[in-house]
């Protein structure tokens, strides 16, 4: 646990009343029932630490937070103005002592938060905030740090690129967890072949169709829909494709003078169901397939869908 923490998590808060301002003062007045301080009236300079004073004098609280949100129902978070504050508190309200914080006949449950409040955060600041409002902070700083994030968390680009890291991080442990030899360069080359189908997923909203004749010719998706399948874009990179949607006329020649290339290894071919299976000896082989045609491939006037197989 952080030795500066100085923000408490309460857990048990009653339901009612509904008001925030009053359950808030409320719970100071259960905390601190011979203080006559009104929470509500307090406002709290958080860009100015040195005037952040206690709003009432028994454990020096500095701010009582409480949500209405599914997440943080009966919850709340108590801030101290310093650590051993904090302590000091739970101590007295340790249930052993048989003085259990209660409030309209809830006992509440008590104990130290994941992390500190902001206005917390503003007590442990040590370095000067930078005057430019473009997220140049210094993010040594505890609050600046918080704030950073805050910013960065409501930036729909910084929540694409994060969300976009991750799935290829899972996508490397299990590559690696179904190989344990696989090579950095095929690794490397999946991840970067699943990327590209993240990124054109989410920014081209009509299907693009991959032709040698005519690279970038687009087809309206209300005329002829690509076939979907349930959880396309999570299938791993692996050395096997799948084919679907062939034309009925179809034969293993003119599939090996479109998928033969370095690397190639054999095809089965399912005619009754219109579909083609495309093995290949790594990784890196199946992925320049899809990079060459995408996942949509116009032959002959017939869109043939190719993916990783599963």
Request: one cysteine or more.
């Amino acid at each position: 646990m952080d030795s500066n923490l100085r923000t408490l998590y309460i857990k048990n808060l009653p339901s009612r009343p509904k008001n925030i301002s009053h359950l808030k003062q409320l719970l100071l007045n259960a905390i601190s029932p011979n203080d006559p301080s009104n929470i509500n009236q307090v406002t709290q300079p958080i860009d100015k630490p040195s005037n952040i004073k206690p709003i009432e004098s028994t454990y020096n609280i500095i701010s009582i937070s409480i949500y209405r949100t599914k997440k943080l129902r009966n919850q709340a978070f108590i801030s101290f103005f310093d650590h051993l504050s904090a302590i000091n508190f739970i101590n007295h309200f340790d249930d052993n002592n048989g003085n259990g914080l209660k409030l309209n006949g809830h006992k509440l449950l008590i104990e130290f938060s994941k992390k500190d409040s902001l206005l917390a955060l503003a007590l442990r600041k040590t370095v000067n905030e930078s005057n430019d409002d473009n997220l140049k902070v210094n993010v040594q700083c505890p609050l600046n740090k918080a704030l950073l994030t805050r910013r960065n968390n409501k930036n729909q680009e910084y929540i694409d690129k994060k969300q976009l890291n991750r799935k290829c991080r899972r996508l490397r442990q299990r590559l690696r967890s179904k190989n344990e030899q696989i090579s950095e360069s095929s690794l490397l080359a999946a991840t970067a072949s699943f990327k590209k189908k993240l990124l054109l997923k989410k920014k081209i909203p009509t299907t693009t169709v991959n032709n040698k004749a005519d690279n970038k010719s687009v087809i309206d998706k209300k005329k002829q829909k690509p076939l979907k399948r349930k959880g396309e874009l999570e299938i791993p990179p692996n050395k096997m494709l799948l084919v679907q949607n062939l034309p009925t006329n179809v034969t293993i020649a003119h599939l090996e003078n479109i998928f033969k290339i370095d690397g190639f290894k054999n095809i089965k071919y399912l005619a009754i169901r219109n579909l083609a299976f495309i093995e290949y000896e790594d990784i890196e082989s199946a992925t320049k397939i899809l990079d060459d045609y995408s996942n949509l491939y116009n032959w002959n006037g017939n869109l043939i869908n190719i993916n990783y197989a599963r």
